[in-house]
């Protein structure tokens, strides 16, 4: 298991720094903390809603590990590990009554299931929606009974709910295919989707959830994949995820710039994802002490600021300017 880059990074800053050797030691101390995290992240949907194609688009999955669950219940159900990110890949509805009943009790097993620490072992759910079928029945069987019932109290920040194939809700047609986006009445239509979703789910759990849209991208065989909102769609994952634990995803998305390129013009997503990097840096690395100013000093302009553009940036968008608004944000904080 190589280690993360902005890990290395990090050290080798403090390392070279004049900082007195106490105010390294607590650095060091935080640092190895932060490296030790790891997130869970579950990955279902009905059948055909497009999970393997998110996932290959989205994740470093040449470098996976693959693994299924060693409960009986959830033998169906992937394991791949990249790194410190862990993905569970469950089957969701949709492939009969009897399979159904086994899928949703392997999927309540193991969102039931415990780390460590006594807390959840499932951070996030990702349910990703065909958007494409006029029925999504199934889907909200699968929300509504399975999943939303087995988050906690907490099951506002344990969930995402992503309609998947944009560019065929209205059956391909209202999608700029050149331009690899959806033209405004397909953007009315997506949005009213997502509303109703929000809705839906809200009338029968009493959760308010806030759906977004994308597309994984489809492709034949002489074709690259092209996906739409996905860098919004990490976006999201990733402003779910526990402060400590975000820098999971910063060496394990995918190194392919096609896969980020195209996306609504309603934020600029890369910065986002990039700030939510950088504050987890600051915030986990300030732990115990008074060492706010040292971390400026040390992380703002240096190797770490680069390290986060280089890596992160190669995922979700152009180097420069993910380094530009590292280094921006990095000097907003002091």
């Known amino acids: 298991m190589h280690e993360s880059n902005i890990f290395k990074d990090m050290e080798n800053d403090v390392n070279s720094s004049n900082i007195d050797e106490n105010t390294k030691k607590k650095l060091f101390a935080n640092i190895l903390n932060l490296k030790k995290q790891k997130i869970n992240l579950m990955i279902t949907g009905a059948t055909g809603c497009g999970k393997s194609s998110t996932i290959n688009a989205m994740f470093n999955m040449d470098v996976a590990k693959v693994g299924i669950g060693v409960d009986p219940e959830t033998m169906e159900i992937k394991k791949f590990e990249l790194d410190n990110l862990i993905l ?3 089957p969701g509805l949709g492939d009969g009554k009897e399979k159904d009943i086994q899928h949703s009790k392997g999927i309540i097993s193991k969102l039931n299931e415990i780390d460590e620490n006594g807390n959840p072992l ?14 999504l029945g199934t889907s909200y069987e699968l929300i509504n009974s399975v999943i939303i019932p087995n988050l906690g109290e907490k099951a506002k920040d344990r969930i995402l709910i992503a309609i998947n194939q944009a560019d065929v809700a209205m059956k391909g047609r209202h999608w700029d295919y050149e331009n690899n986006k959806p033209l405004p009445k397909l953007v009315k239509f997506l949005e ?6 929000k809705n839906r789910v809200k009338e029968a759990t009493g959760v308010d959830i806030e759906p977004i849209y994308y597309s994984a991208g489809f492709k034949d065989d002489d074709e690259s994949q092209r996906p739409y909102n996905l860098s919004k769609l ?6 779910n995820t526990p402060m400590k634990k975000r820098l999971a995803y910063v060496n394990n998305t995918s ?16 910065a986002e994802i990039q700030k939510s990097f950088v504050e987890t840096i600051v915030e986990t690395s300030k732990a115990g002490g008074e060492i706010g100013k040292e971390i400026g000093d040390i992380l703002g302009m240096g190797k770490t600021g680069e ?10 968008g152009t180097v420069k300017s993910v380094i530009s608004s590292v280094g921006s944000f990095f000097s907003s904080f002091w």
């Open 192 to 197: 009213e989707k997502v509303q109703s979703v």
């Open 88 to 90: 569970w890949d469950s």
């Open 255 to 270: 190194k392919d710039q096609e896969m980020w390129s195209d996306s609504d013009e309603i934020k600029d997503y890369t």
């Open 122 to 135: 499932i951070d996030l759910v990702l349910i990703i929606l065909d958007g494409g079928s006029r029925d």
């Open 307 to 316: 390290a986060i553009g280089r890596v992160a940036g190669a995922a979700v």
């Open 234 to 239: 990490l976006y999201f994952i990733v402003k």
